[in-house]
Structure formats: structure tokens, C-alpha cells
T-cell receptor, first 115, second 109 residues
Framework: GAVVSQHPSRVICKSGTSVKIECRSL??????MFWYRQFPKQSLMLMAT?????????EQGVEKDKFLINHASLTLSTLTVTSAHPEDSSFYIC???????????FGPGTRLTVL | GQNIDQPTEMTATEGAIVQINCTYQ??????LFWYQQHAGEAPTFLSY??LDGLEEKGRFSSFLSRSKGYSYLLLKELQMKDSASYLC??????????WGAGTKLIIKP
């Protein structure tokens, strides 16, 4: 299957700082990328969907000014958590889908801990 | 609203068979997915059903009944490494994946 990478895999930051997470599709062109958040013992929660070259579509309740998503190329999307707070500590997972594809390929996830 | 139901936790014995059920109510249906997720890791794809019936892939099989809004994942010859959470997800009319909360499967020797 297709490979999606995420960087970093783990990040610890101080409250009030911003953190950028990268998601890359390594061997295919990802026309659509999805960002999920998963709290312990809970299911995946879709935060936003982004299509290459377009603004991201955020799910209800997700602050677009806090979670900045950029999908500037067909192989890279970034999620920036601005002014992070302890309640933003979570497992962030991206997934990618190619043009006309039906399957989402998941990245390995990024564990964010905000102190 | 949209809803995916699956048991929170199941326990089974190594070498045995276990069936994990999933019922769904979504606005439209464009396929049902099963994913496996080990603790601290991202989900990995197991199966995809869009037509009624059974899809078999090695030790894992997945069944779908669209009229009943029901699916199950069948795991045979259980191994300790099968201990994980199993997520059921349905793609709705907008091609969005709606996720169940996952079933934590505990395998005992």
C-alpha cells in the first residue's frame, strides 16, 4: 500500500508555543488529506479535510485559527497548533487519499504533549 | 444523526475465533471499513465492504448487510499480536468516514 509519513512522531512543548506537524505522501499524490485527533481510549475525531491548493474544511467545533492547515502541494500537508495548551495534548493522525482513490492511507501519528 | 456502534471491549483465547459486530446509521452509504489500531499507533487497513456478503482475507473476514446496517469482523486462529483495537468506519454520502469508538480486543493465552 501507499506510504504516508508524519513528522515529528513525538513532541513536547510549553504552553503558549506553536507546534507544526508535517504529513507527507511518499509514493503517491495526495489530492485530499485528513487530519484527525484521538484522545486516550477514544475513537478518531476528524478535525479537517484539505484538498491540495484549497482552504481546509473544518469540522464543527474545531477552531480554524488555532489549528492551521496548509496543503500547498500534492505530497505535503501541515497542521500547526497555535498557542498550544495542555488540553491540546493528544495523538494527531493524518491520512491521505489519491485522486479517484477510495482508500485513506494513514500516517504513523504524532503524540503532542503540552506542559 | 450518524452513529456507529460496536462493543467497547472483548476478550478471547489464543487460537480461538472472535466476531466483532458493528451496526451503523449514516446518511448514505459508500462502503464500510475495518481498521486495526495498536496502542499508540495509527490505524492500519484491514478490509473494505461495499456489497453485501463476506470478504475473506487470510485469518480475517468481514461481512456486510446493508439492509440491516450491520457488519462483523471475524478473526480466526487468534494470535497474541491480534490484541488491539478494531475500528469500524462507514463512508457516508459525502464520502466522509464516520468512525466507531473501536473495540478493544484482549487475547489471553
Amino acid at each position: 500500500g501507499a506510504v504516508v509519513s508524519q513528522h515529528p512522531s513525538r513532541v513536547i512543548c510549553k504552553s503558549g508555543t506553536s507546534v507544526k506537524i508535517e504529513c507527507r505522501s511518499l509514493d503517491f499524490q495526495a489530492t485530499t488529506m485528513f487530519w484527525y485527533r484521538q484522545f486516550p481510549k477514544q475513537s478518531l475525531m476528524l478535525m479537517a479535510t484539505s484538498n491540495e491548493g484549497s482552504k481546509a474544511t473544518y469540522e464543527q467545533g474545531v477552531e480554524k485559527d488555532k489549528f492551521l492547515i496548509n496543503h500547498a502541494s500534492l505530497t505535503l500537508s501541515t497542521l500547526t497548533v497555535t498557542s498550544a495548551h495542555p488540553e491540546d495534548s493528544s495523538f494527531y493522525i493524518c491520512s491521505a487519499r489519491g485522486l479517484g482513490g477510495w482508500e485513506q492511507f494513514f500516517g504513523p501519528g504524532t503524540r503532542l504533549t503540552v506542559l | 444523526g450518524q452513529n456507529i456502534d460496536q462493543p467497547t471491549e472483548m476478550t478471547a483465547t489464543e487460537g480461538a475465533i472472535v466476531q466483532i459486530n458493528c451496526t451503523y446509521q449514516t446518511s448514505g452509504f459508500n462502503g464500510l471499513f475495518w481498521y486495526q489500531q495498536h496502542a499508540g499507533e495509527a490505524p492500519t487497513f484491514l478490509s473494505y465492504n461495499v456489497l453485501d456478503g463476506l470478504e475473506e482475507k487470510g485469518r480475517f473476514s468481514s461481512f456486510l448487510s446493508r439492509s440491516k446496517g450491520y457488519s462483523y469482523l471475524l478473526l480466526k486462529e487468534l494470535q497474541m499480536k491480534d490484541s488491539a483495537s478494531y475500528l469500524c468506519a462507514v463512508r457516508d454520502s459525502n464520502y466522509q468516514l464516520i468512525w466507531g469508538a473501536g473495540t478493544k480486543l484482549i487475547i489471553k493465552p
